[in-house]
């Protein structure tokens, strides 16, 4: 599964009424069952913020399968600006609940796997590190509720209309802590704790708070936009507040489609060094220029 930042603006729905009874464990489970469609394509733009206002921008593809033996693979490929153009990262999820990382950058022309030791690192400049955009298994992580629910401002839509009964200013979440199971999950992970509060009713993830090992806040995500896709609920805009570098990521979906078909081949390390993918869907476009 997809670190629930993490899934990358790809969330989905619990069926309402099921939520009082259910342990912490149970929502992580429902999150885990409900999170992907069989196969997804989105193109996104990243805008990155840094201390002094100036904004980057990048046009992102990424591509999202349900393999064979129900694990997950995902590629991620940068369309623009020119100097990062054709590079890409690829991430498959192991029957073990690792996962595997490879990274391409034109510029180096070499696909280089990615250790245990680089999972923390930030990727591309975002506030996104390699641990944030891999596999995770909930076996290896622990879940305890850390508060009662409380309100979170989602501004869920569906084709642009309120959810029946509910403020589209705030929804229902619970808060659930989650902090690696043991040791070996431990020295995977570049945080201490991440605390998630998901919808109560749709089990979507509205904010997670990351902090690391001494309980020190270093960012915080929050998703919006949050919008239904037939049976499926996905968040078209999430932010990445880094306090610990002063820095802000942002992701907006300009394009999203479900269940399509992939070459055989595209989830392959090899598939890194063509610098382009299928056209499956149409490339992102700026809305603005870099600004300082």
Avoid at 110 to 131: C, M, N, P, Q, V
Avoid at 278 to 283: I, T, Y
Wanted: net charge neutral; glycine share 8%.
């Amino acid at each position: 599964m997809s670190k629930w930042f993490a899934c990358l603006l790809i969330f989905s729905a619990l069926p309402p009424g099921l939520s009082h009874a259910l342990t912490a464990r149970e929502v992580m489970e429902r999150l885990e069952a409900n999170q992907n469609a069989s196969s997804e394509a989105l193109a996104f733009e990243m805008v990155l913020t840094d201390k002094s206002g100036f904004q980057r921008r990048r046009l992102v593809r990424e591509f999202r399968l349900r393999n064979a033996g129900g694990l997950d693979d995902s590629l991620i490929f940068f369309d623009d600006p020119p100097d990062i153009r054709g590079s890409a990262l690829l991430s498959r999820e192991r029957a073990d609940g690792w996962d595997d990382q490879w990274m391409f950058l034109p510029a180096v022309g070499k696909i280089r796997r990615i250790a245990d030791s680089g999972r923390t690192d930030y990727f591309l400049g975002a506030d996104l590190t390699f641990e944030d955009l891999s596999v995770e298994d909930i076996d290896h992580f622990s879940y305890r509720f850390a508060a009662p629910d409380t309100v979170v401002d989602g501004r869920v839509s569906a084709s642009g209309a309120s959810s029946a009964g509910v403020s589209d200013a705030g929804r229902p979440a619970h808060v659930i802590d989650a902090v690696p199971a043991d040791t070996a999950a431990g020295r995977r992970s570049g945080y201490g704790l991440r605390r998630v509060y998901v919808d109560s009713d749709r089990s979507v993830i509205l904010k997670t708070e990351y902090f690391d090992g001494g309980g020190k806040l270093i960012k915080v995500l929050s998703a919006s936009q949050v919008k239904g896709y037939g049976s499926l609920w996905r968040a078209d805009e999430v932010s990445v507040d880094n306090y610990a570098r002063n820095h802000k990521t942002r992701l907006l979906v300009r394009a999203r489609r479900l269940d399509v078909s992939f070459p055989p081949d595209l989830f392959t390390p090899r598939s890194l060094q063509r610098a382009s993918v299928p056209e499956m869907l149409s490339r992102p476009t700026r809305t603005t220029p870099e600004t300082r």
